[in-house]
């Protein structure tokens, strides 16, 4: 990779004012605590309004993945990969399925956490235990990819005179020193700041990439001579891919902790309705300007390994910066969307698995703790987590595409219980408890036997893991229920 650096003095100026306008607004939320209660910090006493809803759960939405890992895999995979846009609106319709209901329910008993739903909808430790350590295990991933992609930015944009090391470990420990301080409300409004940097970045890159290298077109006549292997259309497995994509997606995001607690932390049910009718409208202007990245990226760069492919975004705006450098001042701004998409997308993911562990984990061993006690073990978990997470990010291989495959394939497993469980009153705890252990088993068992060499693909067929497990859960819960069914009429 070139070693110039993408941020001039003036732009590095630039980022430590944002990065310590993060802390300040990090102290401005703890100032505007009303109460010292898991409601208030993990939540901000349920009042976020319609513009801060909206902004921190586009920000939280789009995250290091679209604008590191996202591009790399359309660099990969080419035109095959434009299916996504569809993919990231499904979300939203996800979301509108539960969401709703799941406020009211969240108000009527006092939810903090996805898991206080499973326990109070099902009354079984063992269903919500076992939830509560797929969210920990997926959020975890989510976190860990996020830093990665923090890593490749940070020294790109630096030239290398800030290392990948030095980047994950910098930032992160800004991400810990704001959320400590005021919770889910600092969060959500340094997400608001990060949002509209992250809109703004996205249509500055595609607006600068049509200029210089001529946009889409431009890159579909180079590719169809370099590469007409991205032009070649589906193939049955392919399609498969892409439904079983889909699924894993409707099914995973829409349930991640730090979006449930969004939910919940809305101001009321208009509000929430609201923001979902604006999210709609977002992966035109954040997922396709990304795809066309991604192909002229694959264009103008051949032949980069997977690592490479990672970077290809940062390839492309060192040239922009070479052969223009009038523009060098604006490349600061999508830097900064960079940045402000991975730490929106870390900060929530973070917060939300220090209360699932808080709340759903440490509070039923410790049922008599006080809610001060609760919140200061939250926040020792949350900096000891991420102690090893800096370090698996550091170390792991795996590319972003990838670590975010697994996650879904396991997060999408607990739906079920969110999708059925708010809708059907006769669904019992043993039929989703049967499925969870059922889906996770099955999806695990193909992940580990093609890790294990034994000729199994990490798609079968072209379908996730994650789908032949989530297939198995459902049928699951419905042979079960019918069978509880039969037992209750005799």
């Known amino acids: ?40 910090f993990f939540l901000g006493n349920r009042g976020l309004g319609l513009m801060v809803l909206f902004l921190t759960l586009y920000a939280t939405q789009y995250s290091g993945l679209t604008l590191v890992g996202f591009v790399g895999n ?29 406020h009211r329910l969240s108000r009527q008993y006092g939810y903090i956490t996805i898991g206080d739903y499973i326990q109070q909808r099902f009354k079984s430790t063992p269903l919500t235990s076992l939830s509560t350590v797929i969210f920990i295990i997926t959020l975890g991933n989510y976190i860990l990819s996020n830093l990665k992609a923090i890593g490749y930015i940070v020294e790109a944009s630096t030239g290398g005179y800030v290392t990948f090391v030095q980047g994950i470990v910098v930032l992160s420990l800004i991400m810990l020193v704001y959320e400590t301080l005021g919770g889910l409300r600092s969060v959500a409004w340094t997400d608001a700041i990060q949002g509209i940097l992250l809109a703004a970045g996205c249509i500055f890159i595609f607006g600068v990439i049509s200029y210089q290298y001529g946009g889409l077109s431009a890159a579909a006549e180079k590719l169809m001579t370099a590469q007409p292997a991205f032009w070649r259309p589906p193939s049955l497995q392919q399609k498969f891919t892409w439904l079983s994509t889909l699924i894993i997606v409707f099914f995973g ?34 997922t396709f300007f990304m795809f066309v990245v991604g192909l002229v990226g ?8 997977k690592q490479g492919s990672e970077q290809v975004t940062l390839f492309l705006l060192n040239d922009i910066a070479e052969r223009l450098p009038s523009v060098r001042f604006l490349l600061i701004l999508f830097l900064s969307a960079a940045v402000a998409a991975i730490m929106s997308t870390v900060d929530s993911a973070l917060l939300a698995i220090s209360s699932v562990f808080t709340q759903d984990l440490y509070m039923r061993i410790r049922p008599k703790s006080s809610q001060h006690r609760l919140t200061v073990t939250g926040k020792v978990f949350s900096w000891g987590l991420m102690a090893i997470l800096v370090i698996l990010a550091i170390q792991l291989p795996q590319t972003l595409w990838r670590l975010t495959e697994i996650k879904l394939e396991l997060l999408c497993q607990a739906a079920p219980a969110i999708f059925l469980g708010v809708h059907l009153k006769s669904l019992r705890s043993d039929a989703v408890l049967s499925g969870l252990v059922i889906g996770t088993c099955v999806a695990l068992a193909i992940m580990f036997a093609n890790l294990a060499g034994l000729g199994i693909a990490t798609k079968p067929m072209g379908i996730h893991a994650g789908v032949w497990g989530l297939a198995a859960n459902f049928l699951t819960v419905g042979l079960v229920s019918r069978g509880s069914g039969a037992r209750r009429s005799r």
Do not use: C, W
Not at 8 to 31: D, E, K, Q
Not at 298 to 305: E, R, S, T, V
């Open 1 to 40: 990779m070139n070693s110039t650096a993408l941020l001039g003095p003036g732009g590095v100026i630039f980022m430590g004012i944002y990065l310590t306008s993060l802390i300040v607004v990090g102290l401005a939320g703890r100032f505007a605590r009303r109460e010292n209660s898991m409601s208030d």
């Open 74 to 102: 359309v660099y990969r995979t080419g035109y095959f990969f434009l299916v996504s846009v569809t993919f990231v609106m499904s979300i939203v319709g996800a979301y509108l399925v539960y969401a709703p209901k799941m």
């Open 253 to 286: 995001p829409s349930i991640y902790p730090h979006a449930v607690q969004r939910i919940y932390a809305a101001k009321d049910e208009l509000t929430l309705r609201r923001s979902f009718q604006i999210m709609v409208f977002m992966p035109i202007f954040t």
């Open 298 to 305: 694959a264009a103008q760069f051949p032949g980069l390994d």
